[in-house]
């Protein structure tokens, strides 16, 4: 089955203590991104991935890190964390020339920071 | 920078009654426009999306949109509204010369009453 798996659906941590989120496509998707959804804000891009080892900012990367060192597995990592990152994480991946056809996204991941 | 507003955060209709759900983007070139659904707990999924080809849409669940290029609109409709269709939508769009970024609205949450 075509999907988009992260891991895991639900986190609470403390400030300051490392974390990685991964995901992981098996639909050899050039294209991945990653997003954090918020109330009254919508989705906005944290960074994105054109392919392996070719990574770049979005709209809100303050605070966060990715890698793309295979093609299937693009983990978002949080250094520090700080309560201005609780929110919910999507994964979402696209084939080849971007996102002019359809975006296949992850089933999220809740994130609690206290 | 493009951009997309959808207006109204909350849209409440009955059962049976039509639903107009509202996106307008402003792009300077041709967009791919795309609609997405989110149920409780779960990722986004495509409705239906417009790529240059057809103005009128058909996606999934009996949903379509039109294109107005005039407007700079991509209303999304559906004739008659069933409890399942109880969830939020977003818009989202890519421009044509540079797809290595989607950008979502803020998103409409559809209640339907019996």
């Given at each position: ?46 960074y ?14 303050e ?12 983990p ?8 201005n ?12 020339g ?9 089933q ?7 | ?46 409705l239906?999306?417009?790529?240059s080809?057809?103005?009128?849409v ?50 409409t ?6």
């Amino acid at each position: 089955e075509a999907q988009v798996t992260q891991n895991p659906r639900y986190l609470i941590t403390v400030t300051g203590k490392k974390l990685t989120v991964t995901c992981s496509q098996n639909m050899n998707h050039e294209y991945m991104s990653w997003y954090r959804q918020d109330p009254g804000l919508g989705l906005r891009q944290i960074y994105y991935s054109m392919n392996v080892e070719v990574t770049d900012k979005g709209d809100v990367p303050e605070g966060y890190k990715v890698s793309r060192k295979e093609k299937r597995n693009f983990p978002l990592i949080l250094e520090s964390p700080s309560p201005n990152q609780t929110s919910l994480y999507f994964c979402a991946s696209s084939p080849e020339g971007g996102y002019r056809t359809e975006a296949f996204f992850g089933q999220g991941t809740r994130l609690t920071v206290v | 920078a493009q951009s997309v507003t959808q207006l109204g955060s909350h849209v409440s209709v009955s059962e049976g009654a039509l639903v107009l759900l509202r996106c307008n983007y402003s792009s300077s070139v041709p967009p791919y426009l795309f609609w997405y659904v989110q149920y409780p707990n779960q990722g986004l999924q495509l409705l239906l999306k417009y790529t240059s080809a057809a103005t009128l849409v058909k996606g999934i669940n009996g949903f379509e949109a039109e294109f107005k290029k005039s407007e700079t609109s991509f209303h999304l409709t559906k004739p008659s509204a069933h409890m399942s269709d109880a969830a939020e939508y977003f818009c989202a769009v890519s421009e044509t010369y540079n797809t290595d970024k989607l950008i979502f609205g803020t998103g409409t949450r559809l209640q339907v009453f019996p």
